[in-house]
């Protein structure tokens, strides 16, 4: 009875997922991976994709998931992240006529941290912050798949993060025989290969496409969608933002945005001499001011009229200025390096969190 459930359910999110040009998950589950990152284009729909195919595991199968979010206050208030899910479920995905589910014989509740369906948890949701908590709770071994969107992010990373989501992952996973294992799965935007998980996961030699490891079981889809690219090519985002912005490498192309040689400067003469420091992670970082940002050199031996401290140790106003203006700088395409090993040196040190 199961393989013909699975087989029917496997069909099913096969058609819906191709008649919605939404991301192909079908195509994810073909390979039978272990661990899986699935990397896309923003807006492609792989969130809600993954949710109608959670909808279809618990409805036929009654198989559930745990997804995750980095920092407890995304559950906390009525903006919560299950909050914004149960809102896609209930009023968007029940509501929309193209998605093929039996509507008519699906209820869904929230309550808490769980969304249910026709009365058994479907979707539960916990804080990888909260990870020696949340090994505590038993009922984590029922759980079948763990997954988290928004893996890669634009520098807001949790200390130890994937020790941490490992320890959940581990709790689930406790006694299962291999061919039973808790299936994981991580969503992000194309937004930098020089994150947290790439560089713990060995990720260095990644084409766009569908990158199976056999040793280790790892499927990493990095989006090359022609289609889509093209239908946002012509879209109203295209007419807003510069052609060669790097929104649009990221929406339309699914490019690194913050990767290889970008903002190299290895020429800048003209940056002042007021130098100051920043301690990231073990690490001492000269940069000085210019034009219209700021410039990381390796001039380490310079006498730095500033010292910014680390975020957890005090500091006068005017470091906290500064180390709030280095990190906006970055986020907004305003910090130049002096070479690529020092960028990358940088990025991994920002990327693993304070």
Known sequence: MLFHQMTHL????KSTMKKNNYYDWQRVFSYNA???????????????GFLISRIRQTYYTHRKTIMLTKFQNELEGKHSYQQSVFSTIVNDIMLNDEVDLPKDKLEFTLEQNHIYLNGEVCISFYAISMAEKVRKITALKEYDFLAHDEAITFGHYI??????LLIIYDTMNRRKPIDKSVKL??????????????EYFGFNELKKGYNYIHDTRWLI?????????LERSTSAISLLAREDSKYIKMASENAFIYDESDFVAPNIKDFTKHYFKLFLNESTYTFSKINNGYYLHTK???QAIYHVMKPNEQSTKLSRVRFINIKK???????YFEN????IDFEKDFFRGF
């Open 10 to 13: 496997m069909s099913l999110i």
């Open 34 to 48: 272990l661990f899986n990152f699935s990397i896309t284009e923003r807006g492609l729909g792989k969130t809600y």
């Open 159 to 164: 200390k130890n993060e994937i020790d941490k």
């Open 185 to 198: 799965y991580l969503l992000g935007n194309a937004i930098t290969k020089y994150n947290p998980y790439f």
């Open 221 to 229: 889809h990095i989006s090359d969608e022609k289609e889509y690219a």
């Open 300 to 302: 380490k031996n310079a």
């Open 329 to 335: 700088a970055y986020h907004q395409g305003l910090l």
């Open 340 to 343: 690529i090993k020092i960028k």
